[in-house]
């Protein structure tokens, strides 16, 4: 079992940068490729950024390309999500999430994909 905890959200003006990071518990977290979805009030929750086990390989949505990096501490079972240049439009809650497919170097981008997930991180970006 794998418990996520979100963290780092918070209300930056636009253009500013925040960092979530992503506390896992359980022995099997470095095993797992992960991610950032995020859902913003009256829309579907929608994939942000997967990274495989390793680290060695990220995806990300093409609304936060060249903004956004996911990375990894296996040594510290956490995950971030670096977020700069942000946008009133990246207002959402940010949920990370964990799939137990074990040293998959696959990366996910559906929601249906991934087995464990926090309660969420509000970011809210102001005009």
């Known amino acids: 079992q794998v418990q996520l905890v979100e963290s780092g959200g918070g209300l930056v003006q636009a253009g500013g940068s925040l960092r979530l990071s992503c506390a896992a518990s359980?022995?099997?977290?470095?095993?797992?490729?992960m991610g950032w979805f995020r859902q913003a009030p009256g829309k579907e929750r929608e994939f942000v950024a997967a990274?495989?086990?390793?680290?060695?390989?990220?995806d990300y949505a093409d609304f936060v390309k060249g903004r956004f990096t996911i990375y990894r501490d296996n040594a510290k079972n956490t995950v971030y999500l670096q977020m700069n240049s942000l946008k009133p439009s990246d207002t959402a809650v940010y949920y990370c999430a964990a799939a137990s497919t074990l040293y998959s170097s696959s990366l996910y981008q559906r929601k249906t994909e991934y087995d464990y997930w926090g309660q969420g991180t509000q970011v809210t970006v102001s005009s």
């Open positions: 990274i495989t086990w390793s680290g060695g390989r990220t």
């Open positions: 359980g022995r099997t977290f470095r095993r797992y490729p």
